[in-house]
T-cell receptor, first 117, second 114 residues
Framework: DTEVTQTPKHLVMGMTNKKSLKCEQHMGHRAMYWYKQKAKKPPELMFVYSYEKLSINESVPSRFSPECPNSSLLNLHLHALQPEDSALYLC????????????????FGPGTRLTVL | AQSVTQLDSQVPVFEEAPVELRCNYSSSVSVYLFWYVQYPNQGLQLLLKYLSGSTLVESINGFEAEFNKSQTSFHLRKPSVHISDTAEYFCAVSGSGGYQKVTFGTGTKLQVIP
């Protein structure tokens, strides 16, 4: 299995709703990422988990709450979002640091297209 | 700090014609360079990557890119494009070690005209 899966594919939510995005990989990768991509823009890094610990938070508002329950799963909990949060949310995973300067490729999922009304 | 510049936001080209998508980067340390492709309503797919070694890297679908350290460039080329190549192309840079944060360029929309 060499893919990253994301559910749901599409999500429409109101500003008072609570929802979650899910990302899963079974490649044994130990680093997982959340990116946000607005229309006609490049992906922007939000969070990085390494060995199930939050390693990077790119100053993301607290209405986005990541969670890594185990090495295969990554969730993004959403609460009280704004319409400007509408975007494609991409998950990626990587084998993880093995020390030195070796490089491991990031594998991207297909994304969840989120619309906030 | 690292950054990527893609000068062309859109590149229209006729089918079977050659194309070059330009990418320039800046970084104070050694970098890895990538081209990703994104088809409409889909995620990102890695097209090709430069890590070290030969400065010319090739993908399985006919694209190639050349790493030019003196010009800090990593331009993407294809000698003959197909309609199915219509997509958004992102150049990206990553540092070595650590969490290998990937920084993307603003993207170039390749529009192949029949």
């Amino acid at each position: 299995d060499t893919e990253v899966t994301q559910t749901p594919k599409h999500l429409v939510m109101g500003m008072t709703n609570k929802k979650s995005l899910k990302c899963e990989q079974h490649m044994g990768h130990r680093a997982m990422y959340w990116y946000k991509q607005k229309a006609k823009k490049p992906p922007e890094l939000m969070f990085v988990y390494s060995y199930e610990k939050l390693s990077i938070n790119e100053s993301v508002p607290s209405r986005f709450s990541p969670e890594c329950p185990n090495s295969s799963l990554l969730n993004l909990h959403l609460h009280a979002l704004q319409p400007e949060d509408s975007a494609l949310y991409l998950c990626a995973s990587r084998q993880g640091s093995s020390g030195g300067n070796s490089y491991n490729e990031q594998f991207f999922g297909p994304g969840t297209r989120l619309t906030v009304l | 700090a690292q950054s990527v510049t893609q000068l062309d936001s859109q590149v229209p080209v006729f089918e079977e014609a050659p194309v070059e998508l330009r990418c320039n980067y800046s970084s104070s340390v050694s970098v890895y360079l990538f081209w990703y492709v994104q088809y409409p309503n889909q995620g990102l797919q890695l097209l090709l990557k430069y890590l070290s070694g030969s400065t010319l890297v090739e993908s399985i679908n006919g694209f190639e890119a050349e790493f030019n350290k003196s010009q800090t460039s990593f331009h993407l080329r294809k000698p003959s494009v197909h309609i199915s190549d219509t997509a958004e192309y992102f150049c990206a840079v990553s540092g070595s070690g650590g969490y290998q944060k990937v920084t993307f360029g603003t993207g170039t929309k390749l529009q192949v005209i029949p």
